[in-house]
């Protein structure tokens, strides 16, 4: 047996227009009725309080996008595929409806199939289908880290603070435009943006041509698509089904690092975690595993947009303070009841959400206490916690104690027939079921011929007109779409373009700037030692060259550098052995690496400032280094003098 009391069975019509019902409880059949609409199905279980709805197969809702849909439209109800799940395999209904006694193998109608569906759920029979979104992750942020620099870093944080700023807002635009639904996180900073996260619930094939990968100097957008389930299938009677329909309040702290905390109805702390880029997704399955949210507790007003849909999509209650929650209480509330419970608490993230949650429980704690006393003192057993659950939702409590009871239904037993009455009463069914397939399939061809005659009144207009109809259906529709979806995709990568290029612009403006006020200067670039001493005059007035790479030297090149009036190199990379033959004819050496600098193709900007120190710090290894080969001389020839002196002692 399983834990549904009152369940709904379903099965679509051959007609595909309308759905068969059935309502059971464990004392009888309730209602039986045909041709049913979808809202028309979602609005009987409301009015019955059904727990779980049954049906043979999911997909005879509609689409993966519908089955969301018409779960939504369900209160706390429990969505049941009884003939098998993807992982266990499949049965059909009628060898499930004969396992179970309830018919013997025939094939079934639609009506006699809804009821087996929700026999069998009753019976235990099924499994239970969780729901989850699909999710793409669209992170936006700066390419390049802010070091230290002169004058115009701040004008170049702007510039790229501004440029995030301005992309996420674009994205967002296009998004809203669209009717996404989608979280957004924000990494703010002194000027504008550091980063953004959007994490947007559809599949990645549906964001071509809203948002697209960009890599440039200084900005990147990632898309990348996170891989989840879109339907989970549990047995009923498994561990994970079988545990009790626990309410929670979900305390959360939205953000890039998002902080959780659930708490029971009583009080007690069931789970508190934090993480970054928690998506909404991960919050639902999570809760799935511990029970089911009745409230989404938050410690600022007004509740951040993550909360408000969270609470609309679980149906389930929103909790906001009526002014944000101080530092001071939220770790005087925390404290408390970590001591109490002893738990331990991690981090602003983990404090904020489990204060939120401790809050929303001191709000509603003596309303709770009530409905659990109230609820004690009945004669008949009621469900304590559906009671507190109806309560919060704002029931009186004597509502929810006559709600939580199950009424009891006598079965009407009819009197036995004579058997040449079943047999006959058998026949006409049948014969009643054909003459509906029989119906519905004229239905079918009747409708095939109005959108036929439909279609040459259509083209009998455009022939008066003295238009010829297109052979190919569609043809010139189709062709138009195609050019307006390519040019509406050429233009998104325009504008993407020209984002970048204002930011480029942006930053070559400040290189210029700095150039003319002298925090910067100028390098030519060159490839080889070589191409250095062919162009000397070239050099900057410093006789500081800049080099890619020194690589291996001659003796003849050597002996020009000592004598060519370089003053430093500048390298972006060189090894130990190069660095000790470029310091042995005295010329110091400095890192690319170690001074902020921007390269232009041939040419590359250096910050003064940081030039300089480097500088300084390269003519300092170089005296270092002529100090320590000074030593190895004047050692080599005080140890030539003791040997001559050794060698003219034995002589003697």
Avoid at 86 to 95: A, C, D, I, M, T
Wanted: with cysteine; glycine share 6%.
């Amino acid at each position: 047996m399983s834990n549904y009391k009152t369940v709904l069975g379903m099965d679509k019509l051959p007609s595909y227009n309308g759905f068969s019902v059935v309502v059971i409880n464990e004392s009888g059949i309730l209602m039986r009725k045909d041709v049913l609409s979808m809202e028309e199905v979602s609005e009987i279980a409301r009015s019955f309080k059904v727990d779980a709805i049954a049906v043979d197969n999911i997909y005879e809702i509609g689409s993966e996008r519908d089955i969301r849909g018409f779960v939504t439209l369900l209160y706390s109800m429990d969505l049941i595929q009884v003939t098998g799940s993807p992982s266990e395999g499949f049965k059909q209904l009628s060898v499930i409806g004969k396992q179970l006694g309830i018919t013997r193998g025939e094939k079934l109608s639609p009506s006699k199939s809804a009821e087996v569906c929700a026999r069998a759920t009753i019976a235990g029979h099924g499994f239970l289908v969780k729901i989850y979104d699909p999710e793409t992750r669209v992170t936006i942020s700066r390419r390049r880290r802010f070091g230290s620099g002169g004058m115009s870093e701040g004008r170049y944080r702007r510039s790229i603070q501004g440029s995030v700023l301005n992309l996420t807002k674009t994205i967002e635009s296009a998004l809203n435009s669209r009717g996404m639904d989608y979280d957004l996180a924000l990494r703010k900073g002194s000027h504008g943006i550091e980063g953004s996260t959007f994490i947007v619930y559809a599949p990645r094939n549906l964001l071509f041509g809203i948002v697209r990968p960009i890599r440039t100097s200084s900005i990147n957008v990632r898309v990348t698509p996170t891989f989840t389930k879109s339907f989970e299938f549990v047995p009923l009677g498994s561990t994970n089904e079988a545990l009790p329909k626990r309410y929670l309040i979900a305390g959360i702290d939205p953000g890039m690092v998002c902080g959780l905390a659930v708490m029971d109805l009583n009080g007690r702390i069931l789970h508190v975690s934090s993480g970054r880029g928690i998506t909404r997704g991960q919050i639902t399955r999570l809760l799935a595993t511990l029970g089911r949210a009745l409230v989404f507790a938050t410690d600022v007003n007004p509740p951040p947009s993550l909360l408000v849909k969270l609470s609309a999509s679980h149906s389930a209650i929103l909790f906001s303070p009526e002014q944000s929650l101080k530092t001071s209480e939220k770790t005087d509330l925390v404290e408390k009841i970590a001591s109490n419970q002893r738990i331990k608490i991690q981090g602003s993230h983990q404090r904020d959400a489990l204060a939120a949650a401790a809050k929303a429980y001191s709000f509603y704690r003596n309303k709770l206490k009530q409905a659990v006393s109230h609820a004690r003192a009945e004669e008949r057993p009621v469900q304590i916690e559906e009671v507190k659950a109806n309560v919060l939702r704002g029931m009186s409590i004597k509502d929810a104690i006559a709600l939580s009871r199950t009424p009891v239904i006598e079965e009407v037993v009819p009197k036995r027939r004579a058997g040449s009455e079943r047999e006959q009463i058998k026949v006409l069914e049948t014969k009643f079921e054909d003459m509906q397939a029989e119906r519905d399939k004229l239905l079918l061809q009747v409708k095939a011929l109005k959108e036929r005659i439909e279609d040459l009144e259509v083209s009998v207009r455009l022939t008066r007109l003295g238009e010829r109809p297109k052979r190919t259906p569609g043809g010139e529709v189709y062709e138009l779409e195609r050019r307006i979806r390519s040019l509406l995709n050429e233009v998104g990568q325009l504008r993407s373009q020209l984002e970048l290029t204002k930011s480029e612009n942006i930053q070559l403006r400040s290189e210029m700037d700095a150039l003319a006020s002298g925090e910067s200067l100028l390098f030519k670039r060159y490839r080889t030692v070589a191409e250095v001493l062919h162009d000397l005059v070239n050099l900057h007035e410093r006789k500081v060259a800049l080099v890619e790479r020194i690589g291996k030297v001659s003796d003849e090149l050597l002996k020009t550098l000592r004598f060519s009036h370089i003053t430093a190199f500048l390298v972006e990379e060189i090894s130990p052995e190069e660095k000790t033959q470029i310091l042995g004819i005295g010329i110091p050496v400095v890192l690319l690496s170690s001074i902020s600098s921007e390269n232009y193709g041939n040419v590359q900007t250096v910050k003064r400032v940081t030039l300089e120190r480097a500088l300084e710090g390269a003519k300092k290894e170089l005296e270092d280094f002529s100090e320590v080969k000074t030593k190895k001389v004047r050692d080599l020839l005080e140890e030539y003098k003791k040997e001559r002196l050794k060698e003219t002692l034995r002589r003697e």
